[in-house]
Each structure stands twice: as structure tokens, then as C-alpha cells.
């Protein structure tokens, strides 16, 4: 690490009023030249924990790498989740390498990693290692208006799945299961800029995000969101293993149970942005419902005789699993209330 980095300089400043009554505070002409800053240039201020910390208002997120030893994975799997790691983590470029002389299966791993990550490309590749290199700038997203459009988007997958489910189309069930995946990608990348945003005050500034508590709080509703499109596909997964319509009484039951979750996990995400603790008190308040449906389902004959019985199974839950993450979502909202 560069120790540089580590040092600080403090120094004591009178704070001035100009004749209009407005506060200034000068800086030494020193610090502006290490910052690059000058007269006419945007600056940055946050006020966080009753500290007020000023930066460059076109700072962007230093360059972080990271090098991985593939002859230290066991498989795919295992090179595939450190490249993912390395990407949320923030670091713009990745080594990935290899010095022990066999085949050449860890690049095609890595490549096929690559295009499961938003923004990274490989940019240099040798008989030993590859680098990759994320094009994404963070200062470009709205994260709270992709939060919304996540939210949104995945609300969309599961009742796409329960919808085919009842009328049997597998071609709309295919489409909400790769949508599904791809939300993955969209996971990955919030993921990156809440990471990103928790080592730059300026970035959460811009985020809308005031504190460090906040953030916290953002990144484990990121968490559950996350969870929540991952099991909305999977349940577009599993209606394409029956692939003929519900039987209708068990059909409507199902219908109910995702409708019911849809509408906890809208009001989740509203009590989130919105930090309204009736909302997230009913989402809460509501898991109620899920459960006895849930029970219901399972108490009638007509589910126990049903083809593909275990795929019926893992649908009903799969929904349970959202209702849940919602639960848990509302939980995150009423902790951001007190942040």
C-alpha cells in the first residue's frame, strides 16, 4: 500500500463571513496544487457525522486491482467467483494468471465470466495471464433510480412466470427466466457501486446517500433485492420443468400467493425509498397471508396428485422465499428510518 496515501495534514482555520453573510473558508495554496484544483474549480462538500469533508466535484474513484491465481481454484466455479468478487469490490482492473503450464481451460473460464459482468472487457491477454478491465464510471448511474427499476423489473419476472404457469406458454415463461439472469448482471453492478460509494464520500453524495450508516443499510436492501430476483427466477425455472397449465384450483391458489407477494414487495421497496413505517408495518403484517396460503396449498388433495410434483414444490417456494426477502426488505426500511 502506498503509505502516502496514509498521511494526513491538519490545519487550523478561522472561518470568515463575507458581506452578504455568507461563510468561507480559505485552503492552502499547497493543497489545492496536490488536488489540482484551482480558481473556478467545482468542489464537493459533505456534512457527515458533524464533519464536513470537501473534494474535487470531478474526483473520480482511484484505479484498484487485484490478481488472481487460477492454479489456486479447484474449478470453473471458483474462478468465476473471484472475478465476480473482484468486480464488486471495486477494482478496475483484474489479473487473472497461470504459471503452471497446463491447459488453457482457465481462460475460456474467465471469458465466459467476462460476459456475466456489466461493463468488463479483456483488454491484454498473454500465454499466462489475462487482464481485464471495467469500463463502467460509477458518477454515470443514478443508483436509486436503478434500485427502482431493479425492484421493478423483478416484480415483473415472477408474475410473468406465475402467469405462464396458469395458461401454459412456455415461450413467456423462457422470456421472465432470462430476464431473471440477466438481472443478475444488474445485481453485480449495484453491488460494485454501493462498494465504490463506501470509500467516496463525494460518490455517496451523489448517490443521495448522507451517511455511512445509510450506505450500510442500502447495501444489505441491495442484498435482499438481489435475493428476491434470484428467486422470481427461479420460479420462471421451475414452471418451464411442468410446461401444461395449472390445474385450476391449485392454479388460483398460486395466483393469490403471488399477487399477494407482488404487492408486499412493491410496498417493501416504497417503504424503503420513502422510509414510511406504515408500509413497511404492513409488508410485515402481511407474511401472515403468504404463510396460510401457503399451508392451504399444501392441505389439498389436488397438489399431492399433481404431475411434476417436487417442480409444483419448489414454485410454491420459491414465492414464499420473495415474500420473505420483502419481509426483510421492509426490516432494512424501518432501519434506514433510524440511521
Known amino acids: 500500500m502506498d503509505s502516502s496515501r496514509e498521511q494526513s495534514v491538519k490545519e487550523i482555520r478561522k472561518l470568515q463571513v463575507t458581506t452578504g453573510g455568507t461563510y468561507i473558508i480559505t485552503i492552502p495554496k499547497e493543497w489545492a496544487e496536490n488536488l489540482g484544483v484551482g480558481r473556478g474549480s467545482p468542489l464537493s462538500m459533505v456534512l457527515e457525522n458533524n464533519e464536513i469533508t470537501i473534494v474535487p466535484g470531478d474526483q473520480r474513484t ?45 481462460k475460456k473460464w474467465a471469458r465466459e465470466a467476462v460476459s456475466e459482468i456489466m461493463g ?62 440477466d438481472l443478475t448482471r444488474n445485481y453485480r453492478l449495484l453491488m460494485r457501486l454501493v462498494m465504490l460509494a463506501s470509500r467516496d464520500k463525494g460518490l455517496r453524495m451523489e448517490y443521495g446517500i448522507g ?63 420513502t422510509r414510511n413505517m406504515n408500509a413497511a408495518s404492513q409488508v410485515i403484517d402481511t407474511m401472515t397471508v403468504v404463510r396460510e396460503i401457503y399451508e392451504e396449498i399444501h392441505g389439498s388433495e389436488n397438489f399431492l396428485q399433481l404431475e411434476n410434483q417436487l417442480s409444483w414444490e419448489l414454485i410454491v417456494r420459491d414465492i414464499r422465499a420473495v415474500a420473505g426477502y420483502a419481509v ?10 433510524f440511521s
Open 62 to 106: 482511484s484505479m484498484e486491482s487485484r490478481t488472481i491465481d487460477a492454479d489456486s481454484l479447484k474449478n470453473r466455479k471458483f474462478l468465476e467467483l473471484s472475478i465476480v468478487a473482484s468486480y464488486i469490490q471495486g477494482h478496475d482492473i483484474t489479473q487473472v494468471s497461470s504459471s503452471s503450464g497446463r491447459k488453457h481451460d482457465w
Open 211 to 273: 451517511s455511512v450508516s445509510s450506505l450500510i443499510v442500502t447495501a444489505i436492501a441491495v442484498r435482499e433485492m438481489g435475493r428476491i430476483a434470484y428467486y422470481s427466477m427461479r420460479t420462471a425455472e421451475h414452471v418451464l420443468e411442468i410446461g401444461r397449465p395449472a390445474e385450476d384450483a391449485i392454479g388460483k391458489l398460486v395466483a393469490r400467493m403471488e399477487k399477494v407477494t407482488r404487492e408486499m414487495q412493491r410496498k417493501a421497496f416504497f417503504s424503503l425509498i
Open 328 to 337: 426483510a426488505l421492509a426490516d432494512d426500511a424501518i432501519l434506514g428510518m
Open 120 to 181: 468488463v472487457e479483456i483488454f491484454e491477454e498473454y500465454s499466462d495471464r489475462i487482464l481485464l478491465q471495467n469500463l463502467v464510471d460509477p458518477h454515470k448511474f443514478d443508483l436509486m433510480g436503478m434500485l427502482e427499476k431493479f425492484s421493478g423489473n423483478s416484480a415483473l419476472v415472477l408474475t410473468d412466470a406465475v402467469s405462464s404457469l396458469l395458461n401454459g406458454n412456455r415461450e413467456v415463461a423462457e422470456d421472465a427466466f432470462q430476464r431473471g439472469k
